[in-house]
């Protein structure tokens, strides 16, 4: 127990490989009656850990939708559909055509080499928090997620290092920085996730849960990240590594909502004093992204 204690605050063999090995040890096996014959949606499902849970859904007899900008592979392509999550208003009319779910993981993600808006704001806050949450709230207020039904937001460790920075979501191309812009988004989907637990868990008993896969080798991170990528490929997640907690909460029926998760276990969700936000800075984004929604709603 001390051994694993300390193997986890190093990080580098938690979030690792190894860390996953010794994680999995605890770890009950999936059955296929708790996912069975349930529709799921995942979006960024055309490549790494979110091709990954489309896969493992379909093994164990789930139905799964999965959206993208491109499908790049033909394996799956019945369940696909095209969607940018930066095209809000595509996002709506997905929502709005899409038939009812019982889990959905907000998956998709992405590190821009350059700095660009859409909608007045930036690519990453743009898709991964407004392009997230527009569609989670038109599913609910359409009543397409199922009651009880299990929401995931695919978060980062990599926010642990920052707190929610709303001057870096418009008007930022001089301070960008692609790592640093990705976390702030991380960051944000934590407190937007806190946010919703709060204030539809107890009527409609979704769950609304925010994880983190650890290190995985996807080709996002060879790509974006490639000095990362060649210090840690050798302890990388396999991206099935990554995605089992994704799946697993979706076959839990009784999660506690409002939750931070890392291997199939509750984290927190500050580690540091000076990452966390302050009331306000909380509810400016809350705000924000609910007076942006209705705005969208009432195009």
Request: with cysteine.
């Given at each position: ?11 580098y ?18 059955t ?60 709506i ?9 019982d889990?959905?993981?907000l ?7 350059e ?24 599913l ?34 001089e ?22 637990h ?20 996807t ?5 974006a ?7 840690t490929?050798?302890r990388?997640r ?5 995605g089992?907690?994704a ?12 939750k ?18 302050s009331?306000l800075e ?6 924000l ?11």
């Open positions: 127990m001390i051994v694993n204690s300390i193997l986890d605050k190093s990080i063999f938690s979030f690792d490989q190894s860390g996953y090995h010794r994680h999995a040890k605890k770890f009950a096996p999936i296929s009656e708790s996912l069975s014959g349930k529709r799921f949606l995942v979006t960024g499902g055309t490549s790494g850990i979110g091709e990954s849970i489309v896969k493992n859904l379909l093994c164990f007899g789930a139905e799964a939708l999965f959206t993208g900008r491109t499908l790049k592979s033909k394996t799956y392509e019945n369940q696909f559909v095209a969607l940018d999550l930066c095209c809000h208003d595509k996002v009319e997905f929502a709005q055509k899409s038939e009812t779910f889990g959905i993981v998956n998709a993600g992405g590190m821009p080499t700095y660009s808006e859409h909608h007045g704001y930036e690519a990453q806050f743009a898709s991964q928090v407004l392009g997230h949450f527009i569609l989670l709230r038109k609910m207020e359409l009543g397409k997620l199922n009651r009880g039904a299990q929401v995931v937001w695919m978060s980062s460790g990599g926010m642990y290092m920052v707190k929610y920075n709303h001057s870096l979501i418009t008007n930022a191309s301070k960008y920085d692609k790592v640093g812009f990705y976390a702030n988004a991380k960051r944000a989907q934590i407190i937007l996730n806190d946010y919703l709060q204030t539809y868990h107890s009527k409609s008993d979704i769950c609304f849960s925010v994880m983190h896969p650890g290190w995985v080798d080709s996002g991170v060879r790509d990240i490639p000095g990362f990528f060649n210090f490929k050798n990388l396999t991206p099935d590594q990554g089992d907690t799946v697993w909460l979706l076959s839990h029926g009784k999660n506690p909502s409002g931070f998760w890392f291997d199939r276990k509750i984290q927190k969700k500050v580690v540091f004093p000076w990452t966390k936000n009331v909380r509810e400016q984004l809350i705000e992204c609910e007076n942006y929604y209705h705005s969208i709603c009432q195009n």
